[in-house]
């Protein structure tokens, strides 16, 4: 069974940094692509960044040059370096894998960047 569970959210003022990470069971993140998403208020959930097997990554425009991927492989962990945040970054932030045809969440973590 595949659980994900995110931590690290909170309220920060707009060009702070917040470190968010997920937590993973059932699988190795080594061996598995992970991602982040977020999704705003009224909005879509969107893809933030990503990482690949060999350690690609690839992020959201709006992100890129702020927000850094990473693997803990210690510790199974995917984390999410979140550094010069704006009010726009504010949205429930989920961790997620895809293996074979399953799709799996986490619960989510709620970040909020007060301007």
């Known amino acids: 069974q595949v659980q994900l569970v995110e931590s690290g959210g909170g309220l920060v003022q707009a060009g702070g940094s917040l470190r968010l990470s997920c937590a993973a069971s059932?699988?190795?993140?080594?061996?598995?692509?992970m991602a982040w998403y977020r999704q705003a208020p009224g909005k879509e959930r969107e893809l933030v960044a990503v990482?690949?097997?060999?350690?690609?990554?690839n992020y959201a425009v709006s992100v890129k040059g702020r927000f850094t991927i990473s693997r803990d492989n210690a510790k199974n962990t995917v984390d999410l370096q979140m550094d010069s945040l704006k009010a726009e970054d504010t949205a429930v932030y989920y961790c997620?894998?895809?293996?074979?045809?399953?799709?799996?969440w986490g619960q989510g973590t709620q970040v909020t960047v007060s301007s």
């Open positions: 997620n894998t895809r293996t074979g045809p399953s799709d799996y």
């Open positions: 059932g699988i190795i993140v080594s061996l598995n692509t």
């Open positions: 990482i690949r097997l060999g350690g690609f990554r």
